[in-house]
């Protein structure tokens, strides 16, 4: 079954304190966090501070994805979080595999997100030392975008350049009932779901709602 990444920047950020504890571990499978600098995109969203608040609330795994320039300098401030990923962007730094080493050092899978126009092939020689790819379906940097339709096509060839490696394959923009299942079929493992998961205000009952359709 598809796992869900839930980004809680889509919830009532200023509920937090009340939403998060409520999410149950079957619906949600991670609590997505994602880290904006307004450098690498347009907005700025939180960091490391309500990060921590986050993990205090829930014994779900932390989902973190950093949208920062020089993120070499922002990594280590995660470590103490313990999260279960730590993504960077290949877009943003020349040193990728010396960071995902250092992620995996501290006891954190490590991931390389790229943007919809950046091809799969500038993370090839990657593979060896990183856990996750994370295909980005919409530009990075605002919620609620529609799903890059060339997306599906950029998730094919990322499961090709994948091959027999253990790296899981997670999706984030535009993810919704209507192509989670197409999603499944072509083998991404975790989607990082914002409005389809809160826009109704039940969270836990819509995460279980998309995983149901991919369990099929």
Do not use: W
Request: aromatic letters at 6%; glycine letters at 6%; a neutral charge.
């Amino acid at each position: 079954m598809m796992k869900i990444s839930a980004s809680i920047l889509a919830a009532q950020l200023s509920s937090l304190g009340v939403i998060i504890p409520k999410f149950k571990p079957k619906a949600i499978d991670y609590i997505h966090l994602d880290i904006m600098d307004g450098n690498f995109v347009p907005q700025i969203s939180f960091g490391e501070a309500l990060s921590e608040e986050v993990s205090k609330l829930t014994k779900i795994p932390l989902d973190v994805h950093l949208m920062v320039n020089n993120p070499e300098r922002h990594v280590p401030n995660y470590y103490k979080l313990k999260p279960a990923y730590i993504t960077f962007h290949r877009e943003t730094t020349e040193f990728p595999i010396r960071l995902a080493e250092d992620i995996r050092k501290n006891g954190i899978k490590a991931g390389i997100a790229l943007n919809p126009g950046t091809p799969v092939k500038m993370i090839q020689d990657c593979l060896p030392y990183i856990d996750l790819i994370l295909i980005m379906t919409v530009e990075p940097g605002f919620y609620g975008q529609s799903f890059v339709k060339s997306g599906l096509e950029k998730i094919d060839r990322a499961k090709e350049l994948i091959g027999s490696y253990p790296i899981q394959l997670e999706v984030d923009g535009g993810v919704n009932a209507n192509n989670i299942e197409r999603l499944s079929d072509i083998g991404v493992n975790i989607c990082v779901a914002g409005s389809a998961v809160f826009k109704t205000g039940k969270p836990n009952e819509s995460a279980l709602s998309l995983k149901k359709l991919t369990n099929t």
